[in-house]
């Protein structure tokens, strides 16, 4: 079920493995947020015309999701210590940011409703991505009026994986987004696993079929338990995955979910604390980076982005059972 019906297929090489893990040969895991043009044109004297739109490159394929349940200041800091030390992004509700992180502000991604743009227009103007959530009000009035703000700042739209959200990120994508955040539910994963697969593969396949899939980023949330889920999820389709109950775990968490931790979960992090879980969270991507850097090589890979969407490197349970025991009656 889910992620554990999907194996790496290392047979698929056309050199020897790399060694990259051990610095003896290079291999990238760094991943650009932002769209891509379809192609490069140019004029009659050999001048580039297309207007190259700005991508923000993060050395790996991962970002920290916001805490979904409430927390001290402490897990806040440590959230976005840990994003600056590894060069990549944490998701903060803009309306708990606080003073104390705008020294992290150039990792942190503001999260804020539709109609609060206005609102934060402030932030908008101090941050490199922003990321908005559907509110009231039309949604490409909000896109509008961020860019008005900040031209140069990415727009990412965070909704659930639905049964169209191929669809929805053609339309994010028409009205300005240059990144879709789809997320599910750790609760839905945890009742059916396959929820979190089927989604990310529908939603590229859709873009892939619509000839628009390098004009948005897809970064993929949920389900995301183990460091083997972020290659497998980049070879269904997403550019990135984020994090978020993963690392609460990492720091003591019971797996709560809703709005409040359970009263003896030891998530809780003092001001003391703040540099040990942001250390803790540094060591847990760090450590998935590796075994990522393992898949890349298995597979004799230079870089991560040439694995996004490639089926062929891995092998689905679902595929093979049919295969093999398809049309045959099973004994019950």
């Known amino acids: 079920k889910g992620f554990d019906g999907i194996w790496f297929d290392f047979s698929e090489i056309v050199r020897p493995t790399r060694d990259g893990i ?27 015309i297309s207007n190259v739109p700005r991508t923000v490159e993060i050395p790996v394929p991962i970002i920290l999701d916001a805490l979904t349940s409430r927390t001290g200041r402490g897990l806040q800091l440590a959230l976005a210590k840990a994003a600056a030390a590894l060069g990549t992004f944490a998701v903060v509700n803009a309306r708990e940011r606080s003073e104390d992180l705008e020294v992290y502000g150039h990792n942190l991604i503001p999260r804020m409703r539709a109609d609060e743009v206005a609102e934060f227009e402030d ?53 300005g987004a240059d990144i879709v955040h789809f997320y599910i539910d750790e609760e839905a994963v945890e009742k059916d696993p396959d929820v979190v697969k089927e989604a990310i593969q529908r939603t590229h396949s859709y873009l892939v079929c619509r000839k628009v899939r390098d004009e948005i980023s897809l970064i993929s949330g949920g389900g995301i338990a183990e460091a083997s889920h972020v290659p497998k999820s980049i070879i269904l389709g997403a550019d990135a995955v984020s994090l978020g109950l993963a690392y609460q775990i990492a720091l003591g968490c ?15 992090v003092a001001e003391k604390d703040v540099d040990w879980a942001s250390q803790r969270i540094v060591n847990l991507v760090s450590s998935w980076r590796d075994q990522l850097l393992e898949v890349l090589g298995g597979m004799g890979l230079r870089e991560v982005r040439r694995l996004r969407g490639e089926v062929g490197r891995a092998i689905l349970h679902q595929e093979l059972d049919a295969r093999i025991f398809g049309g045959w009656e099973r004994c019950k």
């Open 254 to 268: 019971k797996v709560c979910y809703g709005k409040e931790h359970s009263p003896d979960c030891q998530i809780r």
């Open 123 to 175: 932030l908008v103007r101090r941050s490199r991505i922003v990321e908005l959530e559907p509110g009231e009000g039309a949604l490409s009035d909000s896109l509008k009026r961020l860019k008005e703000a900040n031209p140069s700042a990415l727009i990412s739209i965070r909704s659930k994986y639905e049964e169209r959200s191929g669809a929805r990120a053609e339309e994010f994508l028409k009205i």
């Open 22 to 48: 051990h610095g003896r040969e290079y291999i990238s895991t760094s991943v650009d947020l932002g769209r891509r043009l379809q192609r490069l044109e140019f004029d009659e004297a050999g001048k580039l």
